[in-house]
């Protein structure tokens, strides 16, 4: 997890969850931490995530071949590499614009909430596609690993 320390968050934003901002200008206001959980996915309907799963995998980009990143093996080195894409591009190198939620219950009681930049939100779901399809291929390279055993 990333956390940004800044003078509107002394204390850390709480990995996002102290940063409201909106999709849009007419959006809903949200935590970054929530608008970053809704890109991975915003459905809990089994056959709409399969769904999409299989619209991921079936993609030329994210076939195995494709993932130069599956190389590094290491836990420590996927750390990094997450770290590395919060800070460089969740929290814009340190550069986001958001409202803090300053003790409100949640950001829908923060007066002035700025939209995200321009193609923020595209590129937030193009990560989200690249981290979603190598979990995958993590995950289940490290339980064939585990029944060779």
Avoid at 8 to 22: F, H, L, T
Avoid at 57 to 78: N, V
Avoid at 92 to 110: E, F, M, S, Y
């Amino acid at each position: 997890m990333a956390q940004l320390f800044t003078p509107d968050y002394p204390k850390d934003d709480r990995g996002g969850n102290e940063i409201c901002v909106r999709v849009t200008q007419a959006g809903q206001l949200m935590d970054l931490h929530r608008f970053w959980d809704a890109v991975i996915t915003s459905s809990s309907n089994l056959t709409r995530l399969r769904n999409e799963a299989t619209a991921l995998r079936s993609r030329q980009e994210f076939q195995r071949d494709q993932l130069t990143e599956l190389a590094s093996t290491g836990f420590e080195s996927w750390a990094k590499k997450s770290f590395e894409i919060a800070t460089k591009f969740a929290y814009l190198n340190g550069r986001l614009i958001g409202a803090p939620r300053d003790g409100n219950k949640d950001c829908q009681t923060v007066t002035t909430v700025p939209a995200l930049p321009v193609g923020y939100v595209v590129n937030a779901s193009r990560i989200a596609d690249r981290r979603i399809v190598l979990a995958g291929y993590r995950l289940a390279d490290l339980l064939i690993r585990l029944t060779q055993y």
